[in-house]
């Protein structure tokens, strides 16, 4: 098996959609954007053991490597639309890319993402996927638009995938790397590690906070120091509360109160949107989340100055021992 087996595996695969004029096959797709619309891009790369435990399942890889992506598009307000895939492996196996594509493909069907091209070439396992979508002129969601006053909000629940990377590691003490097969793990643990494997992109709801939600951001690094990137970007402050941090159950039953805070606020990788709205705008808010079939929970609120403060219910001042997964630190 080559990389042109490879290619061509993919190929009979890859979805389509009617604007792609030409796809996977020629030296380069062409696209047909509509008239009128912004397009909008992004890319990110995923490498075995640095974005996820190197004994991750194909499908889980591929799911998240378009997960990732399709959720940057999401926290601006864009609609996905088509994709590319960069694939290095340190050997062409047809079972790796086959299960790749079960989880890659599974997502971009959900969203109707055509993939119209990519790589394939030999070295450390990495995937790289790059991701194009479309939004209206004016109304794409930027880090750069909160307000004084504003209200800042969260969807879904955070802490989950950090407590799962947690309980990997915990799994993995004085184990080798690749670590042991989790045995039996419990239904609380599959819960969390779901959501670290299988993020779900908030496509909806970034589309329907267009127009409503001032600056926006998905959750990547860990949310106190994602919404630092949107203060920062904005010129403005924020204040959390990190015991109105939206929590699942199965991150309530597994850890302490003051391990979930942590876990909560600076933990990586649950792509939820975290935004902000003017004050006035409250109902707006709760009403596009409902449009998106996603909850969503006011966590606290942009002021003047800069920096990001978390207090408790309290209102404590609280602090982690650090904000955020920082490469290369
Ligand atoms: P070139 O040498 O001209 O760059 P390649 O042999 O790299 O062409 O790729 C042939 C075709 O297959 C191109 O259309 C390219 O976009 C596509 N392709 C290669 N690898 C992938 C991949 N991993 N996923 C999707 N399309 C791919
Ligand atoms: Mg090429």
Not at 138 to 153: H, N, Q, S
Not at 274 to 300: E, M, N, P, Q
């Amino acid at each position: 098996m080559g990389e042109f087996d490879l290619i061509a595996r993919i190929r009979a695969r890859a979805p389509t959609r009617a604007d792609v004029l030409l796809g996977i096959g020629d030296d380069a797709a062409l696209l047909l954007p509509p008239a009128g619309l912004q397009l909008v891009v992004a890319m990110d790369t995923l490498n075995a053991g640095v974005h996820f435990p190197p004994a991750t399942a194909p499908a889980d890889i591929g799911w998240k490597a378009l997960a990732v992506n399709l959720s940057d598009l999401a926290a601006m307000g864009a609609q996905p639309a088509w994709c590319t895939l960069s694939l290095s492996m340190p050997e062409a196996q047809a079972g790796f890319v086959d299960g790749f594509l079960d989880g890659f493909l599974a997502l971009a069907a959900q969203f109707d993402v055509a993939l119209v091209g990519g790589d394939t070439t030999r070295g450390p396992l990495s995937v790289c996927v790059a991701v194009h979508g479309l939004v209206e002129p004016g109304m794409a969601l930027r880090r750069d638009g909160a307000r004084a006053g504003d209200e800042v909000w969260v969807s879904g629940s955070v802490g989950d995938a950090a407590a799962a990377l947690v309980q990997w590691k915990e799994g993995c003490k004085g184990g080798q790397l690749g670590c042991p097969a989790e045995a039996q793990p419990d239904p609380l643990s599959l819960a969390l590690r779901a959501r670290l494997d299988r993020p779900t992109p908030r496509v909806a709801l970034g589309r329907a906070l267009r127009g409503v939600a001032s600056a926006c951001i998905d959750v990547s690094d860990g949310l106190l120091a994602d919404l630092g990137h949107v203060c920062a970007a904005s010129g403005v402050a924020a204040t959390v509360d990190v015991d109105a941090l939206p929590a699942s159950e199965a991150l309530r039953a597994s850890f302490s109160s003051e391990h979930r805070r942590h876990l909560q606020a600076t933990g990586g990788d649950d792509y939820e949107l975290c935004f902000s709205a003017a004050a006035d705008a409250h109902a707006v808010v709760l009403r596009a989340a409902a449009t998106a079939a996603v909850a969503v929970t006011r966590i606290g609120r942009i002021l003047p100055g800069a920096g990001v403060a978390a207090h408790t219910a309290d209102t404590d001042p609280w602090s982690a021992p650090a904000t955020g997964w920082v490469h290369f630190a």
